[in-house]
């Protein structure tokens, strides 16, 4: 991972910018206004208070135009993704203006129009989003880090610079980050740790057989965590080298239908960067096998666990038979170490599908139990002509320099924000390799199968078509230039390799520092494919340069079109609860809430995300009409019901962040995100829910039996954070 050398520079610049503006937090509020798209808290009692809202912020007037008022909506810009970014991280937002009180320009001298601008702290670049007046204007998308919205008068709406009267102003979200008041004036406890270019004096301590996870150089001592442990028995799978099997690559399993196969769950060993593991893998494969089958089959698998956790296997996204979903408690009795359980699986949708366990996956599916499912469609042109297919399982896992660093035993610890790893994978390796020819034209499977890291993956600037997704193809294929996929999420993409030489697969996100109240790139190379001078031995180019319009797909979907616009018949708020906190852990996380970012890409906060166990975290799902929360809810269906689902990420809890929700054993629609209508369905199993949003989904209910929903990051599942829902 890498952070920009100048970037404590940069923030100081930025941060001198904002206090500059901060003023206009103190001015005369302004009316609420109606809104539309992205949600917008009403307007707070205290006179002079900002919105705190996560997708909109207040224009403030400035004494030239005191009547005046007005609101900046950051609606959601349009994307196949849960949230739209850049290739470089940084995220897309549709502006909306709703303005009211401008008196005519022409009232303040020489002017004919308001013109709105967007620019950053720096107030470099500036950018014209164009002419506005009262009421509501749509101005464009910007895509900054932290930026503000200027409203001038100008003599012309075609003028190409800010040369007029300043009369409203107002700044992102974001932009409230500033760098906390301890991180300056602290002694030198919170000075950057480390000794020459090392990052880890000062941070690294063992308590009770833990060790803390690598810290960033740039992260300084937090103060009064110093000497703090997860309360919980460090766990590492144990250490019998002479006996265990090294850990194979995964191989291919091509069943028909009626076949069986054996799979066994157990303890393998390997290198990764230097470090000999002890592992997880399936029939000591590491990932497991991928098996490939044709839609509508059913095979049996006959699985057994030689590990020491009880556990059970659940088939991500396939609608099967409820007793072989695999969730244990709840379809099934756990599987305990040395027994054995048979699954029959029946194959009733074309594409991509995993399996994992589906207790304590923060450990057991992090050391590698999980492989992937290759449906392969009935109809011959299901999908475009390629000249291969690739499937490839994303992971990181977290290093230090002993090794792998301790999970929980009797909770898992990383329960804030998940455990994200330093290492990233990919089929299990950290320095992946791909083979093209000139011209070639390949199509990706992706499946995401780490704790909790959402991916923003591009492939060396190729364009990228994007295909399908969870369980099917989209209603249209778009081209797109990075793909977001977050835990348990699979996207179908197509690339094509025009050029010889090496193009890159990287994650690109903007992390954010806290501390620093700052945002900076982390770029990461994924895997690289080398593309010979040797041509493609048939061209699809043709193919691959056609979006294609899925009729199918569009057929299928007629039939639930009605339901679209009607009224939501459930409503979940995704919140999170906190007792036993360390004081200063409260005190840093009351800090931080000023601004969350929509998805936490990356583990910035190691130490304090670390110590956090069940015991001090609670995520929750809580039914809005009852108040139910988790595996309290009651909900009972009928097959062949349609419901209306709405999803709310509670913004004002005390850490908001990211949820991929999954459900078990059915289909669902992503109608709407922040009340932007989705324009282009497929049907999913998994969606991301950035902080501070809404989504209504729509869930078709065909498979009868007792499901699961919940978080897909595996410490807020361990933590609680799920529910079952029937289906009669």
């Known amino acids: 991972m890498t952070s920009p050398p100048d970037n404590a520079k940069q923030g100081g610049r930025a941060r001198r910018a904002c206090v500059l503006l901060g003023f206009v937090a103190l001015l005369a509020a302004a009316p609420a206004l109606a809104r539309q798209q992205a949600p917008c808290p009403e307007r707070p009692d205290a006179p002079g208070a900002e919105r705190a809202g996560l997708y909109c912020f207040d224009l403030i007037p400035t004494p030239t135009v005191p009547a005046a008022s007005g609101l900046i909506e950051m609606g959601r810009a349009a ?18 203006a709703l303005i009211e009180g401008l008196p005519d320009p022409a009232t303040l001298g020489p002017y004919a129009a308001y013109v709105a601008w967007a620019t950053t702290p720096l107030f470099d670049p500036v950018v014209k989003l164009g002419a506005v007046s009262n009421g509501q204007t749509v101005l464009g998308e910007v895509d900054f880090n932290q930026f503000l919205v200027l409203v001038t008068a100008e003599a012309s709406p075609d003028v190409a610079a800010r040369t007029g009267k300043l009369v409203l ?7 409230r980050m500033e760098a906390h008041d301890l991180f300056t004036t602290a002694p030198t406890a919170m000075l950057p740790a480390g000794g020459e270019g090392d990052g880890h004096a000062g941070h690294t301590h063992a308590a009770d057989g833990w060790t803390m996870p690598p810290m960033p150089p740039w992260m300084p001592m937090l103060p009064g965590l110093a000497g703090l442990a997860p309360q919980a028995t460090p766990f590492l799978p144990r250490r019998d080298a002479a006996r265990l099997p090294e850990a194979r690559p995964r ?53 057994t666990n030689r590990t020491a956790w009880p556990t059970a296997v659940h088939w991500h996204g396939v609608r099967l038979d409820n007793r072989f979903d695999g969730v244990p408690g709840v379809t099934q009795p756990p599987v305990a170490p040395g027994e ?41 042109d299901y999908f475009s002509p390629v ?87 989209f209603e249209r294929e778009v081209w797109v230039e990075n793909v977001v996929i977050a835990p348990a999420e699979r996207y179908i993409v197509e690339a094509r390799f025009e050029a010889p030489g090496a193009a890159a697969l990287t994650n690109r996100v903007q992390a954010v520092n806290h501390r620093a109240g700052v945002f900076f790139p982390e770029v990461d190379t994924l895997a690289l494919v080398h593309v010979a001078e040797e041509p493609a031995t048939e061209d699809y180019g043709a193919a691959f340069h056609r979006l294609r319009r899925n009729a199918d797909v569009a057929a299928d979907l007629n039939a639930y079109r009605a339901a ?18 360390p004081l200063a852990l409260q005190q840093l996380m009351r800090l931080d809430a000023v601004y969350f970012n929509p998805v936490e890409w990356s583990g ?41 689902l709405r999803l709310r990420n509670d913004a004002d809890a005390l850490h908001a962040m990211q949820h991929p929700v999954h459900v078990h054993g059915q289909r669902f629609l992503v109608l709407a995100q922040n009340g932007v209508a989705n324009d282009n369905l497929v049907w999913k199993d998994t969606m991301l829910l950035p902080a501070g949003s809404t989504a209504d989904l729509l869930l078709d209910l065909t498979n009868p039996g007792r499901w699961m929903l919940h978080c897909h990051i595996a410490e807020h599942l361990t933590s609680g954070m799920k529910m079952v829902f029937s289906v009669e």
Do not use: C
């Not at 102003?169 to 932009?175: A, I, L, T």
């Not at 191989?251 to 470090?275: H, P, S």
């Not at 704790?451 to 099917?472: A, E, Q, W």
């Open 251 to 303: 191989r291919l399993v091509r069943l028909a239908d009626g076949d069986t196969l054996a799979l066994d769950a157990g303890l393998v060993q390997r290198t990764i960067r230097g470090r000999r593991l002890v592992l997880y893998g399936f029939n000591g494969q590491y990932p497991g096998p991928l098996i490939n089958v044709p839609e509508q089959a059913t095979i049996t698998v006959h699985f």
């Open 79 to 96: 994307s196949p993704f849960g949230v739209a970014v850049t290739p470089d991280g940084h995220h897309r937002y549709e502006l909306a």
């Open 340 to 380: 054995s359980f048979a699954y029959r699986i029946f194959f009733r949708d074309a594409g991509i599908y995993w399996y994992h366990p589906h207790h304590r996956e923060d450990v057991q599916q992090d050391l590698g139990l999980y492989g992937n499912l290759l449906v392969r469609p009935a109809t011959p």
């Open 169 to 175: 102003r107002g700044r992102s979200p974001s932009s």
């Open 387 to 473: 000249n291969r297919e690739e499937v490839l399982m994303l992971d990181d896992l977290l290093l230090g320099e002993a090794g792998l660093v301790p999970y929980g035993t009797e909770s898992a610890n990383f329960m804030l924000m998940g455990r994200f790893g330093n290492v990233f994978l990919v089929n299990g390796e950290p320095d992946y390799r791909l083979r093209a020819r000139r011209g070639e034209v390949v199509r990706f499977f992706l499946t995401n199968v780490s704790n909790t890291r959402t991916f923003n993956l591009s492939l060396g600037g190729l364009p990228l078509k994007v295909v399908g997704s969870d369980v099917g193809k």
């Open 564 to 581: 679209f616009d009607r009224a939501v018949d459930h409503e979940l708020v995704l919140t999170l609860e906190t007792r036993h906190l």
């Open 604 to 644: 910035t906060m190691p130490e304090m995300n670390w110590i956090t166990t069940g015991r001090e975290i609670r995520w929750i799902l809580r039914d809005v009409r009852t108040g139910k929360e988790n595996m309290d809810i009651d909900w009972r269906f009928r097959t062949g019901e349609v419901v209306k």
